[in-house]
Each structure stands twice: as C-alpha cells, then as structure tokens.
C-alpha cells in the first residue's frame, strides 16, 4: 500500500471509532451500576428484552444499507472516492442515532478516573479494530475486481455488533492498573485503622444501613468527633477513600459495609477491624447473588464475629454471636404512633426510658431510631444525649422522604426497595388523606423468590386509589398478586417509562392526593 493510503486508512479509523463512540453513550454508566463487572454488564447487554441491544442492531443494518447503496451510486468513479464519499452517509447516521437515543439514565454516569480511562481503551479497541480490518481489506484488494472493489469496506458497519465485547475487554484491560492500584489505597487506609486509636463500628444488612448510619451520626456526635464513611460508600475502596481523604481525628468511625456476595463482609471486617456492630436486619435483597437467605445469614453473621458487642434490628435476630443486643431484650420500641407528620414512640432500654418525636415516617425509621441510639447508648451515652442526638436527625434523601408541590404530597421512597421498606413505604401511604397513588417497577435482586415477592408487593396495594407500574421486568408479578389479592383491574395500569407514569400524574392529580414514588430502579434493571 502507498504511505498515502495508510495514513488515508488511519484517519478513517479514528473518525469511525469517534463515531461509533457517540453511538455506545449508555455503556459507561451501566458498567458502573454493574460494579465494573463485564460479567455483570454481558448479561445486562444481552438480556431478553434489552432494547439496546436491538437498537445496535439495526444501527448496524441502516449502515450496512446505506454505506452499500452509496458506493453503488458512485461506482461511476474510482473505487477509494467511492468509498470515501459512502462515509458521508455513515457519519450522518451515527449523529442521527445518537441524538435520537437520547433516553435521560436514571443514575447517569460519574465521570470517575477509572471509567474515562475505560472509555479511552475502549475507543482505542476500536481504532485499532476499524484499522486492522481496513488494512487488511485493503491488501485483499488486489484479489478483488470489479463492483465488489467498491464495498470492501462495508463490513465495518458491522462494528456495533461488537461494542459489548469490546466494552467488557477494555473493563478487563483497565482491570490490570486498577485493581492493584485500588489494593495499595485500600492497604493505606487499613493499615491508618489498625493505628488509629478511635472505637470502629460496622455497619450491615439488607437494608437500611445508610440511615442508621446517618442517625448514628447525628446521636453520636452530641459526645463523641465521628468520622463515618460518606453518601452510601459500603466498599473497600469506599471507605478507603472516607479515611484516606478525611484522616482518622475522631473518637468513632462507621463504617458502613455493604455486600452482594459471599466474602464481601469478611473483606471489609479485615479492613476496619470493628469493636462494635451493627445489623440493621435481613430479607432476602441481594438473594439473587448470594443464592439463600441461609448465606445471607451468615455473611451478615461474620460482622458479629468481629465484634465484642452488636446491636441487632429484629428481622436480625437469628444471627449468632457470643454478645447481642436484640430489640426486645436489652431495648425496644413500645407505644408507636404513626401519623402523617412523623412518628411518636417510647425507645425503652433496661435502665430508662426515652420519647421520641421526630418527622420522619413510618416504622422503618422508628427503628432504625432505636438501633442508632442502641448502638450509642452502648458505647457510653446516657438518655439525654441520645435524646439531643435524635431531635438532629435529618431525613435522609430518596428515603420516605416527604415534600408538597401544588398541594400533593408527594413520598419519595425511590433510592432502593426491599420487601421490608416497601411493607412500611405502603403502609404510611394508607395513612395520608385524598387519592392515594404509588408508582413503581417492582423489586430487584430477588433471585428465585423474585416472582413471590413482587406478587406479594402487588396484594399489598390493594386499597389504593390508582396504582402505576413502571416497565416490564417485574410488573406483570406485581399485576397478578394485585388482581389475584381482589384489586379493582380499573385502577391499575403499566406504562414502559417513568416519563410515561409521570405524565399521569401531572394530568389526573389533584390537590390534596398523596403519591408515593417506590424504588426507581437503575437503568440495568430497566430495558
């Protein structure tokens, strides 16, 4: 080949890889939601009913179309301006794609170090793809005459087909800097705890573990400097980077510690080394990957081992460890009133008594409550500081969290759903006046029990005025144990988005109404 045409090829492969690129914008951000895993992102690439999938198919059959028609046109002239105008058409319908593909991501994409450094090799894979096959068309020329010289290069349009693999290769490639360079910050940070002097206190469960955070806190704090890991950092390199950043001045660290398999609990356990624990509760969330409630129990369980004394939320209980604190033996939670405006109750422990008001809703924060005033009326503070403390608690986003526009009120319940927060997310819902409405797609990461539990969920709505449920991977569940459980067909629909549901809302709410947005599901659960 002429140095003309090598460089005639490479910067058609650098223009067709950006191209391409543009047409692949949603891959980052479900990497990420995928936990950097290309396993995890396959799967989510080529799940039944995956409409990403399908568009990057046809993408690729318009510009096989297209780029073949063109050169057919223009196969009056040389066969390389043939080629080279067929681009046109190409660049064109990668634009198109891209500006019509423009679905807002429910958990758009952080621009992390690590995920730009992906994308790079990946538009690298692809340059270097795009070239090879060009070059190699190119010298294969020679072999070929007449009109099949003009769409030697047409088989590049194929490359959408190929972005998963490439995708998931340039997650594994990164893989070899990152990993080791992840292990020596978390080494950092774990060799700053073993030094550290401060009393470290982990955190677990199936759910509600960021807020007893949170409550923890803001209990804690009326005595004690607290260092807790940030927003919902429940990874080693979370809480890495909690101690790295922020340093260890503090007289408490929580740690929240988070976990989809087994092992994940113990990895974090060797990293912090906590004194006290505690275990928010356990339902089957995460089943998916853990394969049984059993292996749930015992992972949870491991932070029990670590500890000389853990606090225990009453789904909870049937952890085993040498020293517990269990609602009901060492404190509890006795004349609960729930309302509207918030939630009153008596938190009892073996010497005394404390009232509590606070506006946050339902009985998943009552005890949530109690578990962070346990924890903190164990490490040495009396009832009148854990009063204080509580008066400070702050809702925590996303979180059951209340709010009114135009005279409705509206629950945002959004950030996560288990079985447990939905059975109380439900349950405040009933309590509110007007027209009651929930939206929701379901509950994820269930494994086999998935169908039961959605069906469950769906007899739980029962009573309420309209019910609106999002998307297709788990609704038809939700429908079928809310028709099977006696609710009115009239009153329930299924739209595919979001957008859709809150299109309803904006046409039929009225003031006065109560609408509950439960779980909004990232965008690897939505297809």
């Not at 509580?390 to 996560?416: C, F, Q, W």
């Amino acid at each position: 080949m002429t140095t003309e045409l090598w460089y005639y090829i490479a910067a058609g492969s650098i223009v067709a890889a950006t191209l391409l690129c543009l047409t692949a914008s949603s891959m980052p951000a479900i990497m990420q939601q995928s936990g950097y895993s290309g396993e995890g992102f396959l799967e989510w690439y080529y799940e039944r009913g995956n409409m990403i999938l399908g568009r990057h198919a046809l993408l690729a059959l318009c510009l096989f179309l297209l780029t073949a028609l063109f050169n057919l046109c223009f196969s009056f002239l040389e066969p390389h301006w043939a080629n080279l105008i067929s681009f046109a058409p190409f660049a064109g319908m990668c634009v198109l794609f891209r500006f019509s593909d423009r679905r807002a991501l429910k958990v758009p994409v952080k621009r992390t170090g690590r995920i730009m450094r992906v994308c790079g090799v990946y538009w690298f894979l692809l340059v270097a793809v795009i070239f090879g096959v060009c070059v190699g068309l190119s010298y294969g020329a020679r072999a070929i005459t007449g009109l099949a010289n003009y769409f030697r290069y047409v088989i590049i349009s194929a490359m959408p087909l190929f972005f998963p693999a490439l995708f998931a290769l340039a997650n594994n490639i990164v893989k070899i800097y990152d990993v080791p360079r992840n292990k020596r910050f978390e080494k950092k940070a774990a060799k700053a705890l073993a030094e550290s002097k401060c009393i470290k206190v982990g955190i677990t469960g199936s759910f509600g573990k960021t807020s007893v955070k949170n409550m923890a806190n803001a209990i804690l704090s009326e005595k004690y400097k607290v260092i807790a890991t940030g927003a919902s950092y429940n990874t080693p390199i979370g809480i890495a980077r909690t101690v790295n950043e922020n340093g260890l001045d503090c007289d408490v660290f929580l740690a929240e510690m988070g976990a989809r398999r087994v092992g994940d609990i113990k990895e974090l356990c060797k990293m912090v080394n906590p004194e006290y624990g505690v275990i928010t509760g356990i339902c089957s969330q995460h089943l998916e990957t853990f394969g049984s409630l059993e292996n749930i129990v015992r992972e949870k369980s491991v932070l029990a081992s670590f500890c000389k004394k853990t606090v225990l939320g009453k789904s909870a209980a049937q952890v085993e460890c040498a020293e517990k604190i269990v609602e009901g033996v060492d404190f509890s939670i006795e004349n609960l009133q729930l309302s509207t405006e918030g939630t009153e109750f008596s938190l009892r422990f073996k010497e005394e008594t404390i009232e509590v008001k606070c506006g946050l809703l339902g009985r998943g924060a009552a005890e949530n409550i109690a578990l962070a005033a346990a924890l903190a009326y164990t490490l040495g503070m009396s009832g009148e500081e854990i009063g204080r403390g509580i008066e400070k608690i702050k809702p925590v986003p996303h979180r059951l969290e209340k709010s009114e526009a135009n005279g409705v009120t509206i629950l945002d319940d959004s950030y996560n759903c288990n079985e447990e927060s939905a059975r109380c997310a439900v349950e405040v819902l009933k309590i509110f006046g007007g027209n009651k409405w929930i939206v929701t797609p379901g509950i994820v990461e269930l494994g086999i029990l998935e169908t039961e539990k959605n069906e469950a969920l769906g007899a739980s709505l029962v009573g309420l005025d309209q019910v609106i449920l999002v998307g297709e991977t788990l609704v038809q569940a939700v429908k079928k144990g809310y028709v099977a459980a006696g609710g009115d067909k009239e009153k329930i629909r299924v739209v595919p988005t979001l957008k859709d549901a809150q299109d309803i809302l904006g046409k039929e709410l009225s003031s006065g109404d109560c609408v509950l947005f439960l779980n909004d599901l990232p965008d690897i659960y939505m297809k």
